[in-house]
């Protein structure tokens, strides 16, 4: 499982409702089926990964994250989870608004545009970069909204969002550096968040 989505285990309820954005092939939703006894439901777009949740009995709808969330009512989810999707969202702060409405917490994870290699890599080599996190040339990324560590928490302060808890996944030797200094060290952001005016 990816480093991320332990960390969302960790953070989710034992026997809580959870609706995951973006679930793809199923696998995260139904290790939390396992490992925490949550009710689970999952949002996908694609139908090969549909086909493939669907195989592993996990309850899925297809829908468009994107286009909103009116058919879920307010707080019908303990939480919902988003995990390295919101950057390729065309309308991000709508979909965290929608979250944050429908579950008591969300938990979000995204790739840190931020990062110290990223900096350099654009600085030095004058083009956009390309890693192992993030793999894909300019012209054909999904990525649409490169977003950093401060323009997250600035958007969830413009929203009206509560950080309740942050984590950042950093390269082994930068674990203590990204605790400093995460937005310069932390390669992908894990953030555990809920609505002010609840």
């Known amino acids: 499982m990816r480093y991320d989505l332990t960390h969302i285990v960790s953070w989710v309820a034992h026997n809580s409702r959870v609706l995951d954005l973006g679930c793809g092939d199923g696998m995260f939703l139904s290790a939390l089926e396992k490992e925490r006894g949550v009710r689970g439901l999952g949002i996908e777009l694609d139908p090969e990964n549909l086909i493939a949740a669907a195989r592993l009995n996990i309850d899925v709808i297809q829908q468009d994250i994107d286009q909103g969330l009116d058919n879920f009512p307010d707080k019908s989810f303990d939480t919902v989870v988003m995990a390295q999707a919101l950057q390729v969202l065309h309308r991000p702060h709508r979909v965290l608004n929608d979250m944050v409405r429908i579950g008591r917490e969300a938990i979000v994870t995204f790739p840190n545009f931020g990062h110290w290699r ?50 950042f996944i950093a390269a ?27």
Not at 121 to 149: A, E, K, Q
Not at 187 to 193: E, G, K, S
């Open 172 to 198: 082994e030797s930068q674990g203590i550096l990204a605790r400093w200094l995460p937005n310069l060290f932390g390669v992908t952001a894990v953030y555990r968040i809920r609505s002010r005016t609840t």
């Open 118 to 167: 990223c900096r350099v890599y654009l600085g030095v080599m004058g083009r956009m970069p390309v890693s192992r996190v993030l793999p894909y040339s300019w012209y054909d990324t999904p990525n649409i909204h490169f977003c950093t560590l401060k323009d997250f928490e600035a958007l969830c302060d413009e929203l009206n969002i509560e950080i309740i808890a942050r984590d």
